[in-house]
Nanobody
């Protein structure tokens, strides 16, 4: 069964780190671009980062540049989001999403680029003392 499982969230103090994982089940993630999104109550999901299927392109939202790193492990069928120097504004539920594009060097941080069924269930990140 085609499924994305996002995990790795938790409670962390400001300045701390977390690594989120987006694992594909039932299909190979190799041919899919992957995006990470954050959502807080009352707001739409906003793009945080994305990585192309060939790994050559990695985009980041301005607030996380220099602090977050997206990567993929083809052997493990997983995409990671390493989050360092976390701040209170980073809190929220993080979702990964995957999409198949023929352009293997492109990715998207727009939620509309991903289908309704192309998302994980989310993992909560809380940054606070």
């Amino acid at each position: 069964q085609y499924q994305l499982v996002d995990s790795g969230g938790g409670l962390v103090q400001p300045g701390g780190s977390l690594r989120l994982s987006c694992e594909a089940s039932g299909f190979k993630l190799d041919d899919y671009l992957v995006g990470w999104f954050r959502q807080v109550p009352g707001e739409e999901r906003e793009g945080v980062s994305c990585i192309s299927s060939d790994g050559s392109r990695r985009n980041y939202a301005d607030p996380v540049k220099g602090r977050f790193t997206i990567s993929r492990d083809y052997a493990k069928n997983v995409v990671y989001l390493q989050m360092n120097n976390l701040k209170g504004d980073d809190s929220g539920v993080y979702y990964c999403a995957a999409a198949y594009w023929t352009n293997r060097a492109a990715c998207s941080m727009s939620a509309g680029s991903y289908g309704k069924n192309d998302w994980g269930k989310g993992t909560r990140v809380t940054v606070g003392s």
